[in-house]
């Protein structure tokens, strides 16, 4: 594979660290761009919400690929700080469709196997075109955002022939993730179990989880078969699909404790009970293949969450 040049957008947050740590490895000249003050080397400050400063990183170098990962995350941060997840997840993605207009590097837009919403069958990619959007409607402004991105993507490819793959992670997770209240559900349970911290479970939900390391060395695959157009689910294995509850013994059991502190309630609202996801095409196009059992995955979490906390030093 000959070296190319590419853009990580958001290189600096967690999946964008691994994805950078990833392609790097492979021999790639990357380029991290986000929102941080750090002298970090590859790294350019930069925030998609603004043209002029994306505008810069362009005319200083030519891209041959962007993973265009910058976004606000999480269905309540969405809420509680709308304009942000506005501006940064569809002005952003707009700003960054223009350039690509503009210059031709091929992208890879992330989107979110959250645009599925509350969608009972089985999440495969064509639900998105088969389904009438009121029967698939996603519950919240994150999944909202994420497929006017898509679709922004596809109308752009019509219109001026640019070239994207789109990506829709599930409950990605693991080490350069920290603690925040938006975050998923592995990294909060993981927090409130070392510090001995109350968190509620709320039973009857089932999720697939995916290892950080796995999702980026399929997404990193991509400039190894780059198919225009295409879009693609990434996460576990279909068997290590678990009820969250098992997922919090998982983490209790690796941090040590038990669950005294753990509040169990009944499903939560506005949520789906189940996703039941198809892997199939990245899979057959990208050698999807993970490594990481949710038991091996948490342990390593946990390890790395010991050390960035600096606990048990």
Known sequence: MDTQKILVTGGAGFIG???????????????????????????????????????????????????????????????????????????????????????????????????????????????????????????????????????MCMNSAKMFSTETV?????????????????????PKFIYHALFNKPYTVFKGHKRIIDYVEDTARTFANIVDNFIPGEAYNVGGKQEWERDIKEYSDLILKAVGRDDSRVTYKEAEPFTTKIKTMDFSKSVRDLKHDPKFPPEEGIKRTVEWMKWYYRIGE
């Open 166 to 186: 789109r990506v829709r992670p599930v409950n990605c997770y693991g080490p350069h993730e920290h603690y925040n209240p938006y975050r998923g559900f592995i």
């Open 17 to 151: 660290t691994n994805l950078v740590n990833e392609l790097t490895s492979r021999g790639h000249e990357v380029t991290a761009l986000d929102l941080y003050n750090t002298d970090r080397d590859n790294y350019i400050r930069g925030d998609v919400r603004n043209y002029r400063q994306l505008e810069r990183v362009f005319d200083r170098q030519k891209f041959d690929y962007v993973y265009h990962l910058a976004a606000e995350y999480g269905r309540w941060n969405g809420e509680d700080y709308y304009e942000n997840l506005w501006q940064t997840n569809v002005m952003g993605t707009k700003h960054v469709l223009r350039l690509q207009e503009k210059l031709k590097f091929r992208m890879i837009f992330f989107s979110s196997a959250e645009v599925y919403g509350d969608y009972e069958g089985i999440m495969s990619e064509d639900v998105m075109i088969n389904n009438p959007i009121k029967d698939t409607y996603q519950m919240n402004d994150y999944a909202i955002t994420k497929w006017a991105g898509e679709l």
